[in-house]
């Protein structure tokens, strides 16, 4: 079942080539990966929003030691917003775990380059790939989400909140084609969809939404003159 992923591994996987090549930008796969812990712990009832407030919730470990040690820093902080805490989380470190876990679970595979692509390659690729080693779990991903966009299935909480989460950073259309935008946000809206993950949501969208903007200033500055 999908619900065996975490939130993040989900996101994660469904933004990976078979041979372990990124699918969208650094940014977006690190906000929705961000977005995707804080909502995982707001599906499990683990943190509560409070308008922009996170507030930590009890959470019985839960076998996940990225989820574990987000709540654990969120505990241990001071209330600080959701907008603060997907910035801090939204990390390529973050990005680093959520990938140790797929690759101890057995779905990825983790292959050093050969030394003479290293040399060549040097600083353009990673020394370390992981390419999709069990397609099991990402299919059956793939195969929930398309199934609730079609109206074929009801959508759960965890596929719920998937969908809310590739278009909260704008990727559901390049994973499963055109969608039915009214479709999307009743699925969020509904009761599968607690207040606080849509909360989560909002901010990962408004995260994302500035993330494309300061990226179009940079590329075309004259633009905000």
């Known amino acids: 079942m999908a619900e065996l992923l975490t939130i993040p591994q989900a996101f994660l996987l469904l933004h990976t080539d078979d041979d372990g090549r990124r699918r969208t930008t650094a940014k977006r796969l690190d906000l929705g990966l961000a977005g995707g812990v804080l909502a995982d712990l707001a599906l499990r009832g683990a943190i509560d929003l409070d308008r922009n407030r996170v507030l930590a919730g009890p959470l019985v470990g839960s076998g996940d030691p990225v989820l574990d040690t987000t709540h654990a820093r969120i505990a241990g902080s001071p209330v600080r917003s959701a907008s603060w805490w997907i910035r801090q989380v939204g990390r390529p470190e973050l990005r680093a775990g959520v990938t140790a876990g797929l690759v101890a679970r057995g779905t990825l595979a983790s292959e050093q380059r050969p030394a003479l692509a290293l040399t060549l390659a040097l600083a353009l690729a990673p020394a370390t790939r992981h390419p999709v080693r069990d397609r099991r779990p990402l299919d059956e991903v793939q195969a929930a989400i398309a199934d609730s966009l079609a109206g074929r299935a009801p959508a759960s909480p965890f596929v719920a909140t998937m969908i809310g989460l ?14 039915d935008q009214r479709h999307v946000r009743d699925l969020v809206a509904g009761d599968q969809v607690s207040p606080a993950v849509r909360r989560v949501l909002s901010h990962v969208r408004t995260a ?14 004259w633009a905000v003159n």
């Not at 590739?166 to 969608?179: I, Q, Y």
């Open 166 to 179: 590739l278009d909260a950073v704008g990727t559901v259309r390049s994973r499963f084609g055109p969608v």
């Open 208 to 221: 994302s939404t500035t993330a494309v903007l300061d990226a179009a200033t940079a590329v075309l500055p």
